[in-house]
């Protein structure tokens, strides 16, 4: 007779497996998100770009042409000209934004008030906003006004080629201000108070409490925010196409507008995609984020 005792056979789904299973489960609606609206648009630009597609006939396999084309492109070298400066111009509102931190970090009357006013327009549609400012930008209209009334001037600020893209980045920091202020006002209540009385114990005046406590503390604030601004500078199309279509003179065409021009005026879906494959890799990034 056999008395040899066969070893227990294993089950299929562990305990770490099932908690491995149930984790994927959970994660995969993100996942999915991921997948349709930040992965699949990346490689889909990716392969339209290499080929010609005008949206009636079937894309053709064209290779690395698009991208030839672009580089002798003078259009998308003056766009591309244009997307720096309004993404370097618009890194100003790095600084306002820490400034009205440093101030609504204080507690003074009518603080949440004026928070509350100055973080609104953040919450507005950029096309509202690019709609009242086009009303205020006008010859006739109240911003003209107060300059005529104290300096005499009257400025044609969407129709002057230095001018236009002045007007925008205006418009852009004045909504964006307040959504990176919320942040660095975040970013100044983390930082403890004893290391402000300290200081003020050692005889340090207000510089260089700011120089030597706030700011080098504050660097992980500052960096996301500089992140944030130039990632958003970047994709930045409303203002252009709602307030100069990109005049005059493409003065303030930009690369988000140069692709959707292409795309949807020209009927050049493959050229589009060429440029529209480098918006999506930086926002694929986004979502991995």
Not at 157 to 163: A, D, G, P, Q, S
Not at 191 to 202: C, G, L, Q
């Amino acid at each position: 007779m056999d008395n040899t005792i066969s070893p227990a056979k294993k089950p299929l789904v562990n305990i770490y497996t099932r908690h491995r299973l149930w984790g994927l489960f959970f994660v995969a609606p993100a996942l999915i998100f991921f997948a349709i609206f930040c992965f699949y648009p990346m490689f889909s630009a990716l392969y339209y770009s290499l080929t010609n597609y005008n949206l009636i006939q079937a894309p053709k396999f064209v290779g690395l042409a698009q991208y030839a084309a672009m580089i002798k492109d003078p259009r998308f070298l003056v766009a591309l000209k244009n997307t720096f400066i309004y993404a370097f111009g618009s890194a100003l509102r790095v600084i306002i934004s820490l400034a009205l931190g440093l101030v609504f970090v204080r507690d003074f009357r009518g603080r949440n008030v004026l928070r509350t006013l100055y973080f609104a327009p953040v919450v507005m549609a950029g096309v509202v906003v690019a709609m009242v400012w086009r009303v205020l930008y006008n010859p006739l209209g109240p911003i003209n006004a107060t300059l005529g009334l104290l300096f005499g001037i009257a400025p044609f600020w969407l129709t002057t080629r230095n001018l236009a893209p002045v007007a925008i980045i205006i418009i852009n920091i004045w909504q964006s201000i307040g959504f990176y202020m919320v942040l660095f006002i975040a970013g100044l209540q983390a930082i403890p108070v004893e290391f402000y009385d300290s200081a003020k114990v050692d005889g340090a005046n207000a510089w260089a409490r700011f120089w030597d406590i706030t700011l080098p503390l504050l660097k992980p604030t500052t960096l996301f925010v500089i992140a944030i601004t130039f990632i958003n500078s970047f994709q930045g199309f409303t203002y252009q196409y709602v307030m100069t279509r990109g005049g005059p003179n493409d003065a303030t065409d930009v690369i988000a507008l140069y692709v959707y021009q292409n795309a949807f005026e020209f009927q050049k879906m493959g050229y589009a995609a060429r440029d529209a494959s480098k918006e999506n890799v930086t926002l694929g990034k986004r979502c991995l984020k």
